[in-house]
């Protein structure tokens, strides 16, 4: 039995790939791996140097729904709370829409807590720190990053 796997990349489904690039690269300050225009297969890997964090694979319509089974929400953790204050700034000049209109907590008497948002396409998306937020929580009993 495997014991130590990590998480690697994740492949997400978007509709147009080139919008995309710009917004996970924008926001998440990656950068562009390659990326493959085949006539069907239009995908693109994003990443840090070396690590591959994203693939984007232009092969969806619409917008994302959370009342189907898969993926809830795309979370990932910034160092701390001055790099996810830069983060909402940044959100805010792009004119993202932030859930809960700004840094919150995860749930009432918690330091942990983040941003929540969505892409282009409506997946889900948190950042998220471990200490320093100080908000109070959006929701008295429950989760934030589970209702958004």
């Known amino acids: 039995m495997a014991?130590?796997?990590?998480?690697?990349?994740?492949?997400?489904?978007v509709t147009e790939l080139d919008r995309s690039i710009d917004f996970y690269c924008q926001v998440f300050g990656l950068g562009l791996f390659g990326k493959t225009?085949?006539?069907d297969w239009r995908y693109a890997r994003l990443g840090r140097?070396?690590?591959?964090?994203?693939?984007?694979?232009?092969?969806?319509?619409?917008r994302f729904d959370g009342g189907t089974p898969?993926?809830?929400?795309?979370s990932f953790e910034a160092p701390g709370i001055e790099e996810l204050e830069a983060i909402e700034a940044r959100l805010r000049e792009l004119?993202?829409?932030?859930?809960?209109?700004?840094?919150?907590?995860?749930?009432?008497?918690?330091?942990s807590g983040g941003l929540?948002?969505?892409?282009?396409?409506g997946t889900r998306l948190e950042i998220y720190v471990n200490e320093g937020v100080t908000a109070p929580a959006p929701h008295?009993?429950?989760?934030?990053?589970g209702f958004f």
Request: with cysteine.
């Open 70 to 74: 898969g993926l809830h929400h795309l």
């Open 37 to 39: 225009d085949g006539g």
């Open 95 to 111: 004119g993202v829409a932030i859930r809960h209109d700004g840094i919150v907590p995860h749930g009432t008497g918690r330091e």
């Open 3 to 13: 014991t130590a796997l990590q998480t690697g990349h994740v492949g997400l489904n």
């Open 49 to 62: 140097p070396e690590e591959l964090v994203l693939t984007l694979w232009e092969q969806s319509s619409g």
């Open 116 to 121: 929540f948002f969505e892409d282009p396409d």
């Open 140 to 145: 008295e009993n429950a989760p934030t990053c």
